[in-house]
Each structure stands twice: as structure tokens, then as C-alpha cells.
């Protein structure tokens, strides 16, 4: 008669152990349902606006000159005194220890990077960071200009700056924070780079129902208040803001990482 022993003298499962081993089965499946198992990739954060940052791609310089340096433009008109508001910080920032790290996020053509490079001297260092290398060789040429030789220029992606942490005390970010598709990601990296202490400026467009022009109902993502909550939600803590009454279409927002 056939046996159903194998060689080692063990038997297959029988009858009376396989019930055992299907309830095993079960559970182990409930448990990675329910918890993805021990190895689910991090969730990537997804575009809140794809395609804003299009319109950059093979950046035709004299004409973004033209829009971004224009006495028309409220934050061109206003440079110097956001530029002076910036660095009179509560704290007067770092400048008070002689030295201060700034990086100018979302540069552009680099008018407020020369602006910042020129008033901190040799006592500061300016970081002209972009997602668009042509912005970054115009800015360049600028410095080298101007005789600027603190300001350097970094090549970012569009979900990190890729500044070393802990290596900036202000972080500035006009007109660009409604460009950032992937806010939280660019918070965290922003964050990260920060000393503890440091300064992050928000300048942007208000967007008010009724009230703000059309193109910027349709250009801009958010309001004001969405943006802080973004930010607090990031790890930031809200600072006293100027008045910056000169402004008008635009707020001025100062958080610290704590
Ligand atoms: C409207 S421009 C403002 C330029 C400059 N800050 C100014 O006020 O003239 C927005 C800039 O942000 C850059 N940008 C968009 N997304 C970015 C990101 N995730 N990180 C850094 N720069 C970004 C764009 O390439 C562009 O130069």
C-alpha cells in the first residue's frame, strides 16, 4: 500500500493541522491589509499646482527682466525697503553676531539677491536659489558684475532646496511660495536648512474673493491665512511681521524655527 511519509519521517499537513495553517494564512494577510506591511513606501507628496512653473522652461532673460524688474511691479517698486524691513528682523538676526547666511528662494533674475549681497557685505553670504538654471548663470554674471563675491548660486528641485541643514539663519521667499508645487516638501527641506532660531519671510500676493485682480484669483493658489497654516504645520512658529503698509496687493509674513 502507498504511505504518504517522506524521507526525514515527517508527514505532510493532515486533516487535522491544515485549519491551523489557513488561519494563520488569514491573519497574516489581515495584518499586512491593514498596515500595508512593514515596507510601504513613504506617500510622495503630489503637485498642488502642476504646470505653474512652466512658463520658466528655456526662460527668455530680457522679457522676465522686463516683468520682474519693472517699477509697475508693487515688490520692484518697494525693494529696498523690504530689503531693510528683512534685515531688521526682531532680533536683527544674525547680523548682530557679524555674519549672516541668507538664501534668496526662488531667486528669479536676482535683483533682491545683489540687494541683500550688497547691504550684508562681507559680513554675510547670499544663496541665489532657483529650480531654473538660466536664472541662476543670469545671476551669476550679475555678481560678477557688481563685484558681488558673496553671493553664491544653487541649483534646487522643485520639492528641496538642497541647502545643508542648519546652514542659513533667513530664508526669503517673495513672489514664489504660490510657485512651489510641492509646499510641504519645500517647507521641510526649508526648515531643515535653517539654524535653530533663523528666520523664514513670506512675501506674496493677497487673494481675495471679489476683491484681488483676476489673473491673480487664477495664478495664485491660496490666501494668506492658508499659507500660515501651511507653515505652522510645517514646524514654524509665527514672528512679528512689519507693517509694510507701503504694500498693498502683497502681505509680509515672518515665522522662526524654534
Ligand atoms: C514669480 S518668480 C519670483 C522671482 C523673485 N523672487 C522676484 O520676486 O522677482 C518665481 C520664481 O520661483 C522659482 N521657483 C518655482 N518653484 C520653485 C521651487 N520649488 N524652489 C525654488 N524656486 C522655485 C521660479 O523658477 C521663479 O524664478
Not at 517522506?6 to 494564512?25: F, K, Y
Not at 521641510?188 to 535653530?196: T, Y
Not at 514654524?236 to 509674513?253: G, I, M, T, V
Request: aromatic share 8%; with cysteine.
Amino acid at each position: 500500500m502507498h504511505t504518504s511519509m517522506n524521507h526525514s519521517g515527517e508527514s505532510p499537513p493532515t486533516a487535522t493541522n491544515r485549519p491551523l495553517a489557513i488561519l494563520i494564512v488569514l491573519l497574516l494577510a489581515g495584518w499586512l491589509l491593514r498596515t500595508g506591511g512593514v515596507c510601504r513606501p513613504v506617500e510622495a507628496e503630489r503637485s498642488v499646482h502642476p504646470g505653474i512653473n512652466r512658463e520658466y522652461q528655456n526662460p527668455d532673460i530680457p522679457r522676465w527682466m522686463g516683468r520682474f524688474e519693472s517699477e509697475s511691479r508693487e515688490i520692484y517698486e518697494h525693494r529696498d525697503r523690504i530689503v531693510a524691513d528683512v534685515l531688521a528682523g526682531p532680533r536683527g538676526l544674525a547680523l548682530a553676531r557679524g555674519e549672516i547666511a541668507i538664501a534668496d528662494i526662488g531667486a528669479g533674475t536676482g535683483f533682491f539677491s545683489m540687494l541683500f549681497g550688497t547691504a550684508v557685505g562681507s559680513h554675510g553670504r547670499v544663496y541665489s536659489v532657483d529650480i531654473v538654471p538660466e536664472f541662476l548663470e543670469l545671476i551669476r554674471e550679475r555678481s560678477e558684475k557688481e563685484g558681488l563675491n558673496n553671493i553664491a548660486t544653487v541649483l534646487c528641485s522643485e520639492r528641496d532646496v538642497r541647502l545643508p541643514p542648519e546652514s542659513i539663519d533667513l530664508a526669503f521667499v517673495c513672489d514664489t511660495y504660490h510657485h512651489f508645487e510641492y509646499p510641504r516638501s519645500t517647507l521641510a527641506s526649508i526648515f531643515r536648512a535653517l539654524r535653530s532660531g533663523g528666520e523664514l519671510v513670506i512675501i506674496d500676493f493677497h487673494r481675495i474673493e471679489g476683491v484681488s485682480r483676476p489673473w491673480i484669483i487664477e495664478h495664485v493658489r491660496c490666501d494668506q491665512q492658508t499659507v500660515i497654516e501651511e507653515v505652522i504645520a510645517a514646524g514654524f512658529e509665527p514672528d512679528e511681521s512689519p507693517d509694510a503698509d507701503y504694500l498693498e496687493e502683497n502681505y509680509f509674513l515672518r515665522f522662526r524655527k524654534p
